[in-house]
């Protein structure tokens, strides 16, 4: 539990910055408080203009011996306004973190804490075209020998954003999310189940990555895939029969989604495919490429024969 001591209730965090560090301004009021500037840079780096969480605890533990928290905030650059005394200063940027003792009298008071590390910049594409945030699951591992993915480090990182790290060496995976294939069921994927919600895809790109302290290092990770909107058909080019269940594996029999409908859409990673269409107590089958970039119609001839997608 978090605990407040008593004088510093009456006196809790003003801020009077904005998130992107403009200059201190006079706080006024009680002469006891004390002023507080604080800025975090990377290195011997400009000062960091976000990504940042401050906290303020008190020096003096309490009969717990826990360290009260005073002040917490998410701005880059904050202004805060804390009665004289003793603190201690915990900035966190990502992965990456730094801490410092200090002592404040009621006058203004700066502290710039350097960061250790480094930091990333994850951007993913198809080809060139940059994809959107929103549709990449990107995770960060420290990588041991013989195990990329041996310890997992950071799960909930969002492309083009500026994660702190301790220097050393990375394992990134980014997972492609598909949030048209509406209507399917994502069997062991994320979201199987809720409607319209995001699916995970077989297209996953992975790289590694060394970061140097005091470096921002940018990774592009590539994914080759396309959307294909699967057809269950009478003859080529006919209108799509209803009520139809289809079933993607790959080559060697593993189920990659289960999609419901007419026309229903999905991502596939490159390469070769099967599909299983049924319709009406019956069962069809065909094979079919996907080439990235190239989004196009899947069809199924609905004949016993069909085994190859058009």
Partial sequence: MVRFPLPL?????????????????????????????????????????????????????????????????????????????????????????????????????????????????????IGDAPIDPAKLELAIYVPERNNSEAKLVYAKARAGEVIGVPE?????????????????????????????????????????????????????????LAMLTIKLVNRPGADALANTTFTVLTPGGDIIRELIGAFPSLVLAEGEYVVVARHDAKTYQATFQVQSGLDRDVEVIAQESANQGQ
């Fill in 9 to 125: 209730v009456a006196a809790l965090l003003v801020w009077v910055s904005t998130a992107f560090g403009a200059s201190a301004q006079s706080v006024g009021g009680d002469p006891g408080l004390a002023t507080l500037r604080l800025t975090a840079a990377l290195g011997t780096g400009a000062p960091l203009a976000g990504g940042l969480r401050w906290r303020v605890f008190s020096a003096h533990a309490d009969l717990e011996g826990g360290h009260p928290l005073v002040a917490e905030t998410s701005l880059a650059q904050p202004t805060l306004a804390l009665p004289a005394g003793d603190y201690v200063l915990h900035v966190a940027f990502g992965l990456a973190s730094a801490t410092r003792s200090v002592t404040l009298a009621p006058e203004p008071h700066s502290e710039s804490l350097t960061l250790a590390a480094g930091a990333l910049r994850i951007h993913g594409t």
């Fill in 168 to 224: 050393g060496t990375y394992h990134i995976t980014s997972t492609y999310l598909d949030t048209a294939g509406a209507g399917s069921m994502g069997i062991g994927k994320t979201g199987a189940g809720a409607p319209n919600a995001a699916v995970e895809t077989n297209s996953i790109a992975a790289g590694d990555v060394r970061v140097a302290a005091g470096k921002i290092v940018d990774v592009t990770l590539r994914h080759r």
